[in-house]
């Protein structure tokens, strides 16, 4: 069974910065497209970017220009840079791939 392991949340100020990391245990973890998603209090799991095999990448349009999304195949591990953070993207970021999810990191941004 696949393990997904998030870190890197936190409290931040509104415009600072958090990485996030997932460590997967996934076999072919090169080869599966991996993504991040959200939730925050009240509402609906919300996909917020995707990564491929090759390397391209997708964003929600809340988080484009702000958040990046990279990979390390050697290392098995998703990354997603959070910059210029406002109080709208508090929630708790899980990453997936290939049907497994982490059990969530939780970001706050608060003054």
């Known amino acids: 069974q696949v393990q997904l392991v998030e870190s890197g949340g936190g409290l931040v100020q509104p415009g600072g910065s958090l990485r996030l990391s997932c460590a997967s245990s996934?076999?072919?973890?090169?080869?599966?497209?991996m993504h991040w998603y959200r939730q925050a209090p009240g509402k609906q799991r919300e996909l917020v970017a995707t990564i491929t095999p090759g390397g391209s990448t997708t964003y929600a349009d809340s988080v484009k220009g702000r958040f990046t999304i990279s990979r390390e195949n050697a290392k098995k591990t998703v990354y997603l840079q959070l910059d210029s953070l406002t109080f709208e993207d508090t929630a708790v970021y899980y990453c997936?791939?290939?049907?497994?999810w982490g059990q969530g990191t939780q970001v706050t941004v608060s003054s």
């Open positions: 997936s791939g290939n049907g497994a």
């Open positions: 996934e076999r072919i973890f090169s080869i599966v497209s």
